[in-house]
């Protein structure tokens, strides 16, 4: 079976998709001096455009795993999460507390959707 790889880098791929399911790599924000609303807005329109750009969108996420600096954010992200999150679709979801692999990036989002 084939795989499709989008964004091909030396480390890693953005997303791989496979038997239409989409895998996306962990999703951060470039401009690091947002807070949590911020940077989390920021991931979420990453998250978007390479959903799109893989032929799927919020409302077919199978499951999403956010991973936060510090757990005292966790309900600044939630708001921004509500306002996205396509109604009637929300998915599985795990929410952790992590270190990031730098300390100015305050959430990390990995998403997988089916294509549509």
């Known amino acids: 079976m084939t795989v499709q790889r989008l964004h091909v880098g030396k480390r890693l791929s ?6 239409g399911t989409v895998y996306l790599a962990g999703q951060i924000a470039e401009d690091t ?5 911020g ?3 920021e991931v979420l329109g ?3 455009r390479l959903l799109a750009e893989a032929g799927s969108d919020k409302s077919k996420i ?4 956010i991973f936060l600096s510090d757990v005292k954010d966790f309900a600044g992200m939630n708001a921004v ?11 599985p979801r795990a929410t952790v507390e992590s270190k990031l692999a730098r300390p100015e990036l ?8 089916a294509q549509k």
């Open 14 to 19: 953005e997303v791989a998709i496979h038997n």
């Open 33 to 37: 001096t947002q807070n949590i609303e």
């Open 39 to 41: 940077q989390t807005r």
């Open 46 to 48: 990453h998250i978007d």
């Open 62 to 65: 199978l499951s999403c795993q």
């Open 81 to 91: 999460w509500d306002e996205w999150v396509a109604a009637g679709n929300a998915p």
């Open 106 to 113: 305050l959430v990390e989002i990995i998403i997988v959707a």
